[in-house]
C-alpha cells in the first residue's frame, strides 16, 4: 500500500507514520507539497476545506492508495480562540473520511499575533523565542508541555483512516 500526506511538515508526516504502525497498516509513505487552497491561517470551516483538498491533491499528485490531509486551524468559540486540526483521508474509489484533533484554547498573547495575520506557528515562535515550531512541538507542545503537534495528530489520522482498515458496513 501506498500512502500520500499532503504536506512535508515533519510533524504531520511522522504522524500518519505513526498512525500506521499502530494499527497495523504496511504502507509506503510519501509526503508531497501541494496547496490546501485555503489561508496561510484558516480558521472553522476553511480548516475543513484546507484539509480536503490537501488530501485529494496528494492522491491527485501521486500514484497513491490513500491521500491525506492534515490542516491545523483556529476557531472563535465561546470567547476563546481554539486551535485544532481536521484530518481528511481518501482514495481513487471514492471512499473518503475526516476527523478532528482535540482542539486547545490559545493564550491572548498568540492570539494577538494571529489576528495581525500570522500564522500558529509564527505566533508561537515569537513567544516562545524558538524556530520552526510547527515542525516540531507545535504550540500544543509549547503550552501544555507534554503533548506534541505529532501526538496531537496521531489519533485523528487514525479515525480517519479507519473505513480503509475496517470495513464495515
Known amino acids: 500500500m501506498f500512502v500520500a500526506i499532503g504536506s512535508t511538515n515533519k ?3 511522522e504522524a500518519v507514520k505513526e498512525a500506521l504502525k499502530i494499527i497495523g497498516l504496511n504502507a509506503d ?9 485555503v489561508s496561510s491561517q484558516p480558521f472553522c470551516h476553511e ?3 484546507g484539509a480536503k483538498n490537501r488530501a485529494y491533491n496528494a492522491l491527485n499528485a501521486t500514484n497513491a492508495d490513500i491521500g491525506i490531509g492534515i490542516e491545523g486551524g483556529i476557531c472563535y468559540y465561546e470567547n476563546k ?20 484533533s482535540m482542539a486547545f484554547s490559545l493564550p491572548y498573547s ?3 499575533h494571529i489576528l495581525e495575520g500570522r500564522e500558529l506557528g509564527e505566533a508561537t515562535d515569537l513567544i516562545f523565542s524558538t524556530k520552526d515550531s510547527k515542525q516540531h512541538e507545535g ?30 458496513e
Not at 29 to 37: F, P, Q
Not at 81 to 100: D, I, P, R, T
Not at 139 to 157: D, F, M, N, S
Open 11 to 13: 510533524a504531520k508526516v
Open 29 to 37: 509513505v510519501i509526503s508531497v507539497n501541494v496547496e490546501s487552497g
Open 47 to 49: 480548516t475543513f476545506v
Open 81 to 100: 480562540y481554539l486551535a485544532f486540526a481536521v484530518v481528511y483521508a481518501a482514495n481513487k474509489e471514492g471512499l473518503e473520511n475526516f476527523s478532528f
Open 110 to 112: 498568540m492570539v494577538k
Open 139 to 168: 504550540a500544543i507542545g509549547y503550552l501544555t508541555k507534554v503533548i506534541t503537534r505529532k501526538e496531537l495528530y496521531i489519533q485523528p489520522v487514525i479515525a480517519a483512516l479507519y473505513p480503509f482498515y475496517n470495513k464495515i
